[in-house]
């Protein structure tokens, strides 16, 4: 498995209140990304990084903001949360913005909103 | 626009029966494809991509340009080929991924 870590794995939260999960990788990959996953609607990006402090939105990028420090980090916050934010959230790097590369994803933050 | 479409949102077939999933996609330009799979419990993980035109693990799946299709296909399914199936389209040069709904494939005993 490629070195990629997300934490926490399991959160519950309120309403209104912050969260900020965390992905960690040890590839040295340039590129990073936020999906989260829904029934019915696959894997939608969020935000994604093309390197230290470049960042763009994604799909669903609303409610949502990143912040990228260093190579390996990548950090997914929800300003103030919402139930419609209760999702799974997936982190992936991916090396090279060359075609045919491999996108690989960390094992996922089940993120509960009540 | 860009989209990716799988149809049936569960595919259930007895062992040893062929399985298609079906994938289509809208794109302006030369799609990259790819198959991702999600095995109970298990991180997403490449299956396979088009450019490669490889086989792993039986399935195969080939580009129709014309029928803008991806479908994924294996001529006798296993039972630990249950998983979730995911067609995915590489979207401009920064790798982002656009996936489709998503298929949960079901091989009964």
């Known amino acids: 498995d490629a070195g990629i870590t997300q934490s926490p794995r399991h959160k519950v939260t309120e309403t209104g209140t912050p969260v900020t999960l965390r992905c960690h990788q040890t590839e040295n990959h340039r590129y990073m990304y936020w999906y989260r996953q829904d029934p019915g609607h696959g894997l939608r990006l969020i935000h994604y990084?093309?390197?230290?402090?470049?960042?763009d939105k994604g799909e669903v990028s609303d409610g949502y903001s990143v912040s990228r420090s260093k190579t390996e980090d990548f950090l997914l916050t929800l300003e103030s949360a919402t139930s419609s934010q209760t999702s799974v959230y997936f982190c992936a790097i991916s090396n090279s913005h060359l075609s045919n590369t491999e996108a690989f994803f960390g094992q996922g933050t089940r993120l509960t909103v009540v | 626009a860009q989209r990716v479409t799988q149809p049936e949102k569960l595919l259930s077939v007895f062992k040893g029966a062929p399985v298609e999933l079906k994938c289509n996609y809208s794109?302006?330009?030369?799609?990259?494809l790819f198959w991702y799979v999600q095995y109970s419990r298990q991180r997403l993980q490449l299956l396979l991509r088009h450019i490669s035109r490889e086989s792993i693990k039986g399935f195969t799946a080939d580009l129709n340009k014309g029928e803008t299709s991806f479908h994924l296909k294996k001529p006798f399914a296993q039972e630990e080929d249950s998983a979730m199936y995911y067609c995915a389209l590489r979207s401009g040069n920064t790798g982002k991924l656009i996936f489709g709904q998503g298929t949960t494939l079901q091989v009964k005993p």
């Open positions: 990084s093309y390197g230290v402090k470049d960042t």
């Open positions: 794109y302006s330009g030369s799609p990259e």
